[in-house]
T-cell receptor, first 113, second 112 residues
Framework: QQQVRQSPQSLTVWEGETAILNCSYE??????FPWYQQFPGEGPALLIS?????DKKEDGRFTIFFNKREKKLSLHITDSQPGDSATYFC????????????FGDGTVLTVKP | EAAVTQSPRSKVAVTGGKVTLSCHQT?????MYWYRQDTGHGLRLIHY???????EKGDIPDGYKASRPSQENFSLILELASLSQTAVYFC???????????FGSGTRLTVL
Protein backbone atom coordinates (compact mmCIF):
# COMPACT_ATOMS: atom_id res chain seq x y z
CA GLN A 1 0.00 0.00 0.00
CA GLN A 2 1.54 3.22 -1.13
CA GLN A 3 1.83 5.58 1.80
CA VAL A 4 2.24 8.80 -0.17
CA ARG A 5 0.18 9.36 -3.30
CA GLN A 6 0.53 12.14 -5.85
CA SER A 7 -1.77 13.36 -8.59
CA PRO A 8 -1.83 14.00 -11.42
CA GLN A 9 1.01 11.89 -12.79
CA SER A 10 1.65 14.60 -15.35
CA LEU A 11 0.47 18.17 -15.76
CA THR A 12 0.86 20.70 -18.57
CA VAL A 13 0.19 24.39 -18.07
CA TRP A 14 0.88 27.55 -20.05
CA GLU A 15 3.46 30.06 -18.96
CA GLY A 16 1.91 32.42 -16.42
CA GLU A 17 -0.75 29.96 -15.22
CA THR A 18 -0.96 28.41 -11.76
CA ALA A 19 0.01 24.75 -11.50
CA ILE A 20 -1.57 22.72 -8.70
CA LEU A 21 0.07 19.47 -7.64
CA ASN A 22 -1.69 17.22 -5.16
CA CYS A 23 -0.45 14.85 -2.48
CA SER A 24 -2.17 12.62 0.07
CA TYR A 25 -0.88 10.26 2.73
CA GLU A 26 -2.08 7.36 4.82
CA UNK A 27 -0.05 7.40 8.00
CA UNK A 28 -1.24 9.95 10.56
CA UNK A 29 2.17 9.84 12.29
CA UNK A 30 3.75 11.70 9.35
CA UNK A 31 4.48 15.24 10.53
CA UNK A 32 6.94 16.75 8.08
CA PHE A 33 6.31 17.17 4.35
CA PRO A 34 9.08 18.40 2.02
CA TRP A 35 8.60 18.85 -1.71
CA TYR A 36 11.58 18.05 -3.90
CA GLN A 37 12.16 19.22 -7.46
CA GLN A 38 14.08 17.02 -9.88
CA PHE A 39 15.39 17.92 -13.33
CA PRO A 40 16.37 15.16 -15.78
CA GLY A 41 19.78 13.69 -15.03
CA GLU A 42 20.03 15.36 -11.63
CA GLY A 43 19.30 14.47 -8.05
CA PRO A 44 16.25 15.90 -6.29
CA ALA A 45 16.61 19.28 -4.58
CA LEU A 46 14.48 20.63 -1.74
CA LEU A 47 11.99 23.18 -2.99
CA ILE A 48 9.79 23.94 0.03
CA SER A 49 8.59 22.10 3.13
CA UNK A 50 5.90 22.25 5.79
CA UNK A 51 5.36 20.71 9.20
CA UNK A 52 2.02 19.42 10.41
CA UNK A 53 1.56 22.33 12.85
CA UNK A 54 1.07 24.72 9.92
CA ASP A 55 -1.63 24.86 7.27
CA LYS A 56 0.22 27.02 4.78
CA LYS A 57 3.80 27.73 3.79
CA GLU A 58 4.77 30.25 1.17
CA ASP A 59 8.10 30.88 -0.56
CA GLY A 60 7.95 33.21 -3.52
CA ARG A 61 5.85 31.63 -6.25
CA PHE A 62 5.58 28.32 -4.37
CA THR A 63 2.91 27.68 -1.72
CA ILE A 64 2.01 24.52 0.19
CA PHE A 65 -1.53 24.14 1.51
CA PHE A 66 -1.93 21.46 4.19
CA ASN A 67 -5.13 19.84 5.47
CA LYS A 68 -4.24 17.61 8.40
CA ARG A 69 -7.78 16.33 8.94
CA GLU A 70 -8.05 15.06 5.36
CA LYS A 71 -4.36 14.04 5.15
CA LYS A 72 -3.93 16.07 2.01
CA LEU A 73 -1.59 18.75 0.82
CA SER A 74 -1.05 20.62 -2.41
CA LEU A 75 1.75 22.60 -4.01
CA HIS A 76 0.69 25.71 -5.91
CA ILE A 77 3.12 27.24 -8.40
CA THR A 78 1.91 30.65 -9.47
CA ASP A 79 3.08 32.45 -12.62
CA SER A 80 4.56 29.20 -13.91
CA GLN A 81 7.73 29.52 -16.01
CA PRO A 82 9.22 27.11 -18.57
CA GLY A 83 12.16 26.70 -16.18
CA ASP A 84 9.73 25.16 -13.66
CA SER A 85 9.34 22.15 -15.96
CA ALA A 86 10.53 19.25 -13.81
CA THR A 87 9.32 16.33 -11.72
CA TYR A 88 7.98 17.27 -8.30
CA PHE A 89 8.03 14.79 -5.44
CA CYS A 90 5.97 15.03 -2.30
CA UNK A 91 7.66 13.31 0.63
CA UNK A 92 6.75 12.60 4.25
CA UNK A 93 8.60 11.89 7.44
CA UNK A 94 7.55 10.81 10.94
CA UNK A 95 10.33 12.82 12.51
CA UNK A 96 11.93 15.91 11.07
CA UNK A 97 15.46 15.08 12.23
CA UNK A 98 15.88 11.59 10.81
CA UNK A 99 16.09 12.22 7.07
CA UNK A 100 14.05 9.07 6.56
CA UNK A 101 11.66 10.16 3.85
CA UNK A 102 8.79 8.32 2.15
CA PHE A 103 8.37 9.65 -1.38
CA GLY A 104 5.39 9.72 -3.69
CA ASP A 105 5.81 8.73 -7.34
CA GLY A 106 6.03 12.33 -8.50
CA THR A 107 4.22 14.70 -10.86
CA VAL A 108 5.86 15.63 -14.14
CA LEU A 109 5.17 19.31 -14.79
CA THR A 110 5.54 20.83 -18.23
CA VAL A 111 5.19 24.56 -18.66
CA LYS A 112 4.63 25.64 -22.25
CA PRO A 113 5.79 29.10 -23.37
CA GLU B 1 31.59 24.41 -3.03
CA ALA B 2 29.87 21.85 -0.83
CA ALA B 3 28.73 18.86 -2.80
CA VAL B 4 27.76 15.21 -2.87
CA THR B 5 29.72 13.32 -5.50
CA GLN B 6 28.80 9.84 -6.65
CA SER B 7 30.88 7.41 -8.67
CA PRO B 8 30.56 5.93 -11.14
CA ARG B 9 27.89 7.90 -12.97
CA SER B 10 26.74 4.75 -14.67
CA LYS B 11 27.62 1.10 -14.51
CA VAL B 12 26.69 -2.13 -16.23
CA ALA B 13 27.02 -5.24 -14.10
CA VAL B 14 26.39 -8.94 -14.67
CA THR B 15 23.94 -10.94 -12.63
CA GLY B 16 25.66 -12.46 -9.63
CA GLY B 17 28.55 -10.05 -9.71
CA LYS B 18 29.63 -7.67 -6.96
CA VAL B 19 28.95 -3.96 -7.35
CA THR B 20 30.19 -1.10 -5.19
CA LEU B 21 28.72 2.39 -5.51
CA SER B 22 30.64 5.21 -3.88
CA CYS B 23 29.61 8.54 -2.41
CA HIS B 24 31.77 11.40 -1.15
CA GLN B 25 30.47 14.56 0.49
CA THR B 26 32.19 17.81 1.35
CA UNK B 27 29.23 19.24 3.29
CA UNK B 28 30.71 18.31 6.68
CA UNK B 29 27.46 16.47 7.39
CA UNK B 30 27.15 13.60 9.82
CA UNK B 31 24.08 12.04 8.21
CA MET B 32 24.26 10.16 4.89
CA TYR B 33 21.71 8.13 2.97
CA TRP B 34 21.30 5.79 0.02
CA TYR B 35 18.04 5.97 -1.91
CA ARG B 36 16.94 4.01 -4.95
CA GLN B 37 14.76 5.36 -7.78
CA ASP B 38 12.99 3.14 -10.28
CA THR B 39 11.75 4.63 -13.53
CA GLY B 40 8.56 6.59 -13.02
CA HIS B 41 8.62 6.19 -9.26
CA GLY B 42 9.76 8.00 -6.17
CA LEU B 43 12.85 7.31 -4.10
CA ARG B 44 13.05 4.55 -1.51
CA LEU B 45 15.47 4.45 1.42
CA ILE B 46 17.97 1.56 1.38
CA HIS B 47 20.50 2.34 4.13
CA TYR B 48 21.49 5.36 6.15
CA UNK B 49 24.20 6.39 8.59
CA UNK B 50 24.31 9.00 11.34
CA UNK B 51 27.97 8.56 12.25
CA UNK B 52 31.11 7.04 10.79
CA UNK B 53 31.56 3.29 11.27
CA UNK B 54 27.84 2.77 11.83
CA UNK B 55 25.04 2.05 9.36
CA GLU B 56 21.30 1.39 9.69
CA LYS B 57 18.77 -0.43 7.53
CA GLY B 58 16.21 1.61 5.69
CA ASP B 59 12.94 0.50 4.14
CA ILE B 60 14.37 -1.81 1.45
CA PRO B 61 17.74 -3.14 2.70
CA ASP B 62 17.52 -6.70 1.34
CA GLY B 63 20.32 -7.45 -1.11
CA TYR B 64 22.35 -4.39 -0.10
CA LYS B 65 25.11 -3.66 2.37
CA ALA B 66 26.48 -0.27 3.35
CA SER B 67 29.81 0.96 4.63
CA ARG B 68 30.67 4.30 6.26
CA PRO B 69 34.44 4.33 6.83
CA SER B 70 34.60 8.08 7.43
CA GLN B 71 32.35 11.12 7.77
CA GLU B 72 32.88 11.96 4.09
CA ASN B 73 32.44 8.54 2.48
CA PHE B 74 29.49 6.19 2.26
CA SER B 75 29.39 3.12 0.00
CA LEU B 76 26.58 0.85 -1.15
CA ILE B 77 27.53 -2.75 -1.88
CA LEU B 78 25.61 -5.30 -3.89
CA GLU B 79 27.28 -8.64 -3.15
CA LEU B 80 25.25 -10.60 -5.71
CA ALA B 81 23.70 -8.22 -8.20
CA SER B 82 20.29 -9.19 -9.57
CA LEU B 83 18.17 -7.95 -12.46
CA SER B 84 15.71 -6.38 -10.02
CA GLN B 85 18.44 -4.06 -8.75
CA THR B 86 18.57 -2.18 -12.03
CA ALA B 87 17.75 1.39 -10.98
CA VAL B 88 19.21 4.83 -10.35
CA TYR B 89 20.88 5.14 -6.95
CA PHE B 90 21.12 8.44 -5.13
CA CYS B 91 23.32 9.30 -2.22
CA UNK B 92 22.43 12.22 0.05
CA UNK B 93 23.77 13.99 3.08
CA UNK B 94 22.24 16.22 5.74
CA UNK B 95 23.07 17.83 9.04
CA UNK B 96 21.51 16.48 12.24
CA UNK B 97 18.37 18.55 11.76
CA UNK B 98 17.79 16.67 8.48
CA UNK B 99 15.37 19.31 7.22
CA UNK B 100 17.19 19.36 3.88
CA UNK B 101 18.74 16.39 2.13
CA UNK B 102 21.43 17.24 -0.40
CA PHE B 103 21.47 14.68 -3.18
CA GLY B 104 24.19 13.65 -5.58
CA SER B 105 23.56 13.31 -9.30
CA GLY B 106 22.95 9.60 -9.08
CA THR B 107 24.46 6.38 -10.40
CA ARG B 108 22.54 4.56 -13.11
CA LEU B 109 23.05 0.82 -12.56
CA THR B 110 22.05 -1.71 -15.18
CA VAL B 111 22.26 -5.38 -14.25
CA LEU B 112 22.25 -7.78 -17.20
Amino acid sequence: QQQVRQSPQSLTVWEGETAILNCSYEDSTFNYFPWYQQFPGEGPALLISISSVSDKKEDGRFTIFFNKREKKLSLHITDSQPGDSATYFCAASRNTNTGKLTFGDGTVLTVKP
Amino acid sequence: EAAVTQSPRSKVAVTGGKVTLSCHQTNNHDYMYWYRQDTGHGLRLIHYSYVADSTEKGDIPDGYKASRPSQENFSLILELASLSQTAVYFCASSDELAETLYFGSGTRLTVL
